[in-house]
Nanobody, 123 residues
């Protein structure tokens, strides 16, 4: 069992930056691929970024490439999402997730989810 807790969300102006953190407890995080997803108002939950257990492979949604960076510190059991050049369309609840069936975009690959952190980007 893995417990995930996100933090770092908030209100920021367009063009600004935020850094989200996802702290894990219960099991060693290095055994899991990790993903960040987001769900905007009235929208489905979508993949944002993912990172393999070793940290060597990353994947990004096209909408965030070049602006967001996912990283992990397995010694701290924490995954990060650095978000730069934020846009109003990035407004959403951001969730981190852990899975062991491969690094991918599908929600079904991830077994454990955090409670989410709100990111609001004003224009």
């Amino acid at each position: 069992q893995v417990q995930l807790v996100e933090s770092g969300g908030g209100l920021v102006q367009a063009g600004g930056s935020l850094r989200l953190s996802c702290a894990a407890s219960g099991r060693t995080l290095s055994t899991y691929d990790m993903g960040w997803f987001r769900q905007g108002p009235g929208k489905e939950r979508d993949f944002v970024a993912g990172i393999s257990g070793s940290g060597k492979t990353m994947r990004y949604a096209d909408s965030v490439k070049g602006r967001f960076t996912i990283s992990r510190d397995n010694t701290r059991n924490t995954v990060y999402l650095q978000m730069n050049s934020l846009k109003p369309e990035d407004t959403a609840v951001y969730y981190c997730a852990a899975g062991s069936r491969g690094l991918g975009l599908q929600i079904s690959l991830y077994d454990y989810w955090g409670q989410g952190t709100q990111v609001t980007v004003s224009s």
